[in-house]
């Protein structure tokens, strides 16, 4: 499996709050967080949440 690098590119201030429970789950809380994960359906459904608050990257 390919392995997908998020990063929080925009503040959580005034996203609804399953977008901020999402990218908590994520591990994302400030600006400038990444993560890496496996590329799956689920990452990609946390993505597609949060998406317009995210920067996506395959590693």
Same mark, same amino acid.
Do not use: F, P
């Given at each position: ?7 929080? $590119?925009? $503040?959580?201030?005034?996203?609804k709050p399953n977008q901020k429970a999402t990218a908590a789950s994520l591990g994302l809380h400030r600006?400038?967080? $990444? ?25």
């Open positions: 499996m390919k392995d997908v690098k998020v990063t929080l $590119s925009r $503040s959580l201030i005034g996203a600006i400038g967080d $990444s993560i890496v994960h496996a590329d799956d359906a689920v990452l990609a459904g946390k993505i597609q949440v949060i998406r317009h608050l995210v920067t996506v990257e395959t590693v």
